[in-house]
């Protein structure tokens, strides 16, 4: 069975205590993990090391950064490094969300070299793709995330690919509090999953975990998760809540 996994991304949110305390109050409520079940925490960089402390020993739990540069090491002032978050334990890696797309530019081919950067060094990426709303629109967007996936994954040997997590982020649905219907939601992951299945085949594709993006909360999650080829979420603001977050590590299927 594929992995189902409840991400959070914290984006460039909460104090350093804040988070700790957010992490306090998710780890001391009730939640269980089935073996194909993940909660993996997309934190800040300075927090990785508490996170990865606090995180400890618990199974099924991950702490992922949300972004690393695509060279090894070097005169690159400010970047952070695959090597250096494989040093903290780090098991994930966030990349090509929207956000960084959009304010950092960050092209398909950059994210690539990211993505191969990452898998020499035994990172999984959770690599997101999403169209924004003009593309939705113009119901151009399946032509656009198959160019995605293209670009920046379809390198990859068919044993690469299966390293990678999928997070399907309509642009139009994050933060806004508009969520893709889950009916949407189903149709965009079906669709990945089939340009994966004509690349790869039917079996990789298959073991691929695509999750979904954009205004999940503890109030939409059991449906948009319920659907056949959505495999959890990647949540934004309701992951900085402690019962929201919770609510959505049991709404996994
Ligand atoms: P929201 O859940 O706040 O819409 O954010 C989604 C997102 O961008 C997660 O990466």
Redesign the pocket.
Known sequence: MRKQIAAA?W?MNLTLQQGEALLDGIISKPHSLKENQQAVFAVPFPYLAMAQAKLAGKQNVFVAAQNCYSKKSGAYTGEVSVEMLQSLGIQYV?LG???RREYFHESNQLLADKVNICLEFKMLPIF?CGEPLAIREANTQNEYVAKQLEESLYHLSPDQVQQIVI?Y?PIW????GKTASSDQAQEMHAFIRSQLAGKYGVAIADSISILY????KAANAVEIFSQPDVDGG??????LLVDEFVAIINALK
Do not use: W
């Not at 649905?173 to 806004?176: E, Y």
């Not at 993006?213 to 999940?216: D, T």
């Not at 990647?234 to 992951?239: F, K, N």
């Open positions: 991304n984006k966030v969300h929207s956000e997101c997070a982020e649905a994050i933060g806004t993006g954009g205004s999940v990647l949540v934004g603001g309701a992951a």
